[in-house]
């Protein structure tokens, strides 16, 4: 069984949602999020990744299948008197479970698109979110584990056939599991409590071919995540694949990540004790993971936790250079000394110079309702192509709603805001989202703005208060007014 690392230790990690009858529209939001909580059942070990691409092929290509299947029984129930309301919710409810429980047990690409949207679930209508939010929460904590032999095999072949001389012991039963590894609790020759990184057998081919193929649903998964499109979001993943693929990066940029953080007061990166192509070993971190506090936390926890949230965004380019890729909560714990912990550095953007400092200076500009400057800055940046004519007072009417988080010295993160914004920026119908239209994305923003977007997803789920403004002010190139 494999477990996730709580507040007070080790607890069991449940990750196969299973359709029951308490998921009816007919609850309420907050009791159809305890039925889905319940829904879950533990899951049998699986001997690795479904590697055949027939076979995962045929996965997701069911998916579509599926949601037909259900969208014609609904139509039969809607034929039978049932409220049209409640049989929509009924199929979205029914369809993220399918969703979510074929993309856990796939793990590789599918499993990684999960985490990838499950940063957005704040921005969903609450009757829509509610019934499934358990599921995207599981999805960034947890997936069927690898049986002991198998991972035996891939420690006796990266580490050598003498592995088991290197710890003092080793946890077969794994502590955490992700897309395309699982971690495991062990006791490193010196003494030292260590967390053992594993990557799944069949990792690579499996993650791009999930990638490929879910590019080819993504009218499905949009129907989930209304405004958000998600054909780039595959492309930039797949873009990330190799560098992921390779444990031997991920270890050079957390040695960065830890020798700019080390001896902080608010941010701590574990040491990275040894490592190979597809076997990390890292100092072990406990803590409780920003899923945990996005679910029960206190408001304190919720407030201390999106400060350093939003601290450790700004800080990295400037710190370290880099910037960390994956800000899904279950890559962050809050620490018994109040600290902020930062895991998985797979994913990262390389800013050797820091922050782009446009970005700054746009933002003070438009706060500074200098919509002439706000414009010309985006052009030279290539957001507004030289071709395009864009109205500038339209344009800065575009921004600043974006802009209320820094635009004061207190601000609270809510998911009405932030589904506001989705609303304003992808109702077709609505003037920001026809300028938006005209605007383009630079590639040497591309990742940057997934970061960012990614982010605010997690600290509308906390919901927490923090001065943002102080945070960009510090550490944002461009953003504080020129001495």
């Not at 001389?165 to 955490?176: I, R």
Request: aromatic share 6%; hydrophobic share 40%.
């Amino acid at each position: 069984m494999a477990t996730k690392v709580g507040p007070n230790g080790a607890e069991p990690a449940r990750s196969t949602l299973v359709t029951t009858a308490g998921t009816g529209a007919n609850r309420t939001p907050a009791a159809r999020e305890r039925a889905v909580r319940r829904s879950y059942r533990h899951t049998e070990p699986v001997s690795d990744i479904p590697r055949r691409a027939v076979t995962r092929s045929a996965k997701l290509a069911g998916l579509p299948l599926g949601v037909a299947g259900r969208a014609t029984i609904g139509f039969g129930k809607r034929l039978g008197g049932r409220p049209a309301e409640l049989v929509a919710a009924e199929l979205q409810a029914r369809t993220a479970e399918q969703l979510f429980q074929v993309l856990g047990q796939l793990k590789g690409g599918a499993m990684k698109m999960g985490q990838a949207l499950s940063v957005f679930e704040a921005a969903l209508p609450e009757e829509v979110a509610a019934p499934y939010r358990a599921a995207l929460t599981k999805l960034q904590e947890a997936a069927p584990p690898l049986p002991a032999t198998t991972v035996h095999a891939v420690l006796a072949k990266e580490l050598g056939a003498d592995w088991r001389t290197q710890f003092t012991s080793f946890n077969d039963t794994p502590a955490a599991a992700a897309s395309i590894g699982q971690v495991h609790r062990a006791v490193w020759g010196d003494g030292r409590e260590v967390a053992v990184k594993i990557q799944y057998p069949g990792a690579g081919p499996a993650l791009l071919g999930d990638l490929k193929q879910l590019s080819r649903l993504a009218r499905m998964f949009s129907s989930l995540t209304p405004g958000l499109d998600i054909k780039p979001l595959l492309a930039e993943l797949e873009k990330r694949v190799a560098e992921e693929l390779d444990y031997r990066l991920e270890a050079q940029a957390q040695r960065t990540f830890a020798a700019a953080y080390e001896g902080d007061d608010e941010i701590r990166v574990p040491v990275v004790v040894t490592g190979s192509e597809r076997v990390l070993v890292t100092e072990w971190m406990e803590g409780v993971p920003l899923s945990r506090i996005i679910a029960d936390g206190t408001q304190e926890e919720r407030d201390r936790a999106s400060l350093l949230l939003a601290r450790f965004l700004f800080s990295g380019p400037v710190l370290a250079g880099l910037l960390h890729a994956d800000p899904h909560p279950g890559n962050f714990r809050l620490l018994p000394d109040g600290r902020l912990g930062v895991i998985d550095f797979g994913a990262v953007d390389r800013l050797p110079d820091g922050a782009p400092e446009p970005i700054g200076r746009v933002a003070r500009f438009a706060l500074a309702g200098e919509a002439e400057q706000v414009l010309q800055v985006l052009r030279d940046e290539g957001f507004v192509k030289g071709s395009v004519e864009v109205d500038a007072q339209a344009l800065l009417d575009y921004l600043l709603p974006l802009l209320e988080p820094v635009a004061t010295h207190r601000f609270r993160f809510s998911r009405p805001w932030l589904r506001t914004q989705a609303m304003r920026l992808g109702d077709p119908r609505s003037p920001a989202a026809q300028l938006g239209r005209q605007l383009n994305l630079p590639p040497s923003y591309l990742l940057i703005h997934r970061v960012t977007m990614g982010t605010i997803g997690v600290l509308c789920q906390l919901g927490g208060e923090a001065d943002y403004r102080r945070e960009m002010e510090r550490w944002q190139p461009g953003f504080a007014e020129p001495k």
